[in-house]
């Protein structure tokens, strides 16, 4: 019965996940890396535990830069690559276009290096 309570709790816990990635702007982010695939060989979506362990929790030593919708953070995936990892300070749902927008000029200029 236990595993019962574990796993529906889980699944209510993926769901909640998933409805505040679509809710900040994730499909819209989604969208804009799959259209720029061509360009920028590794863009991938990682799960908030993945970016937490990358940054150590998100130490301020590890902060790189601000900018006007986010902190950028550096940081080491569990394959010892070095990433830059911008976090969202988003405050309101008029800023996640914006925030997306951002994202998106900075993938295709990596795309053209």
């Not at 236990?2 to 996940?17: A, G, P």
């Not at 969208?31 to 360009?39: A, C, V």
């Not at 362990?53 to 550096?74: C, P, Q, S, W």
Request: glycine content about 8%; proline content about 1%; some cysteine.
């Amino acid at each position: 019965m236990r595993w019962l309570y574990f796993s529906i709790k889980r699944r209510k816990l993926v769901k909640m996940r998933e409805k505040f990635f679509n809710q900040i702007g994730g499909l819209l982010l989604k969208q804009l890396i799959s259209s720029n695939e061509d360009g920028v060989e590794s863009t991938k979506i990682f799960s908030a535990e993945d970016l937490e362990k990358a940054t150590n929790k998100y130490v301020e030593d590890r902060i790189l830069g601000k900018g006007g919708y986010a902190t950028i953070y550096k940081g080491v995936l569990s394959d010892e690559r070095l990433v830059a990892i911008k976090k969202s300070r988003i405050m309101d749902q008029g800023q996640t276009e914006p925030f997306i927008n951002e994202i998106a000029a900075e993938l295709s200029s990596f795309g053209a290096c």
